[in-house]
């Protein structure tokens, strides 16, 4: 019998999609499922985007070129520059969704064995990423009782190794919502500069930032050019998930030819994507406007929903479009699961992603789950009746 490879079997399943099976049994049973679970947002794609796709005459759908195309990636230095990121078409790689950018990172920067601190919990992906990667994450825990606030430098510094070779941040956070301060930022800049490590900052969630809070990109004034390397996506920007457009972006000159080594292995990003992404670029600023005035509106609903419940405790996000949440039940992932094969009020019921796939460390985050509030209003006030009715079934049982 041929075998899987060890990498293979440590692969993590992804806590957000495992449950899926439960709930399409429980549609089959007629229950309506409210997804909580997903960061897929209910928001439209900008028509711009949609209709670059529809009008275009092309005749052969060609490879582009492995770094992404040349229009494409000189318009989204543009758009750099005017988050004050002071980039150039030749420091960014389009890859197949953010996801891709964050392989050829680890790629580029770790070999096997390596190390990557992240603060946790963290994008649950990354394990994923890391294990494809052989790469060893070494966990810094920030806490709910904190608000996931970055943890103090020392804690940093103590888990620094010879084999420490990056910091990763996700600003703001999946799945906090934790927004970086400058001086945080300033920190961590003082920290890789130090010990000569990277900064990779995943900021796919750049625009989601509430308050009047600037965010503030590892790119900008922290003179990080030789040690940051920047994340991003289309996905959650333009609620464009299934074009799978992302980029790595760094000034590091040695950064980026490694990367398109990698980019150069896998020929090239989608074409037609590339085009709906570049025209992506001229969406109004209204639209952002609008979307960010609803998922603030939707955040602070569910924070103040939530808060009702007895028992539970909630970070609250300063962006992004998530919030864990703590439950008052022996084990969320049991609970998640019971919730779609057990539990329906009215014939409907929540899924949730079970918060412990976020943390690398074993037996941390096993009574919190991720709500990602990227319902409308009503249908979040539905799903937290649901859900406080389903915390004193299950309690009870
Ligand atoms: C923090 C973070 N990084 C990266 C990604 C990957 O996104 P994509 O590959 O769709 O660009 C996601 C998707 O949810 C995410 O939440």
Known sequence: MPTISIKGKNMPESPIRKLVPYAENAKKRGIEVFHLNIGQPDIKTPDIALEA?????????????????????????????????????DEIIITTGGSEALLFAMGSVCDPGDEIIIPE?????????????????????????????????????????????????CNPGNPTGYLYSKEEI??????????????????????????????????????LENNAIIIDSVSKRYSMCGARIGC?????????STALKFAQA????????????????????????????????????LISELSKIDGIKVASPKGAFYCVVELPVDNADKFAQWLLEDFNLNNQTVMVAPAAGFYSTKGFGTKQIRIAYVLKKEDLITSVKILKAAILKYNKN
Do not use: C, M, W
């Open 248 to 256: 790595l972006v760094s000034k590091n000159k040695e950064v980026i």
């Open 121 to 169: 919990p963290f994008y649950a992906n990354y394990n994923g990423f890391s294990t494809a990667s052989g790469v060893t994450i070494v966990p810094v825990i920030s806490k709910i009782e904190e608000n996931f606030a970055l943890p103090p430098i020392e804690e940093f510094e103590k888990l620094i190794s010879s084999k420490t070779k990056a910091i990763l941040i």
């Open 266 to 301: 896998r020929l090239s990003p989608p074409t037609f994507a590339q085009i709906a992404s570049e025209a992506a670029l001229e969406t109004p600023q209204s639209y952002f406007d609008e979307v960010i005035i609803e998922y603030k509106a939707r955040r602070d609903l």
């Open 53 to 89: 796709i529809k009008n275009n005459t092309i005749k052969v759908l060609a490879y582009s070129r492995s770094e992404g195309s040349e229009e494409y990636r000189q318009k989204l230095a543009n758009y750099y520059i005017k988050h004050n990121i002071n980039v150039n078409a």
């Open 186 to 223: 300033q920190k961590l800049a003082t920290i890789v500069k130090k010990h000569d490590l990277f900064l990779i900052a995943d900021e796919v969630y750049r625009e989601f930032v509430y308050d009047n809070v600037q965010h503030q990109s590892v790119l900008s004034d922290f003179g």
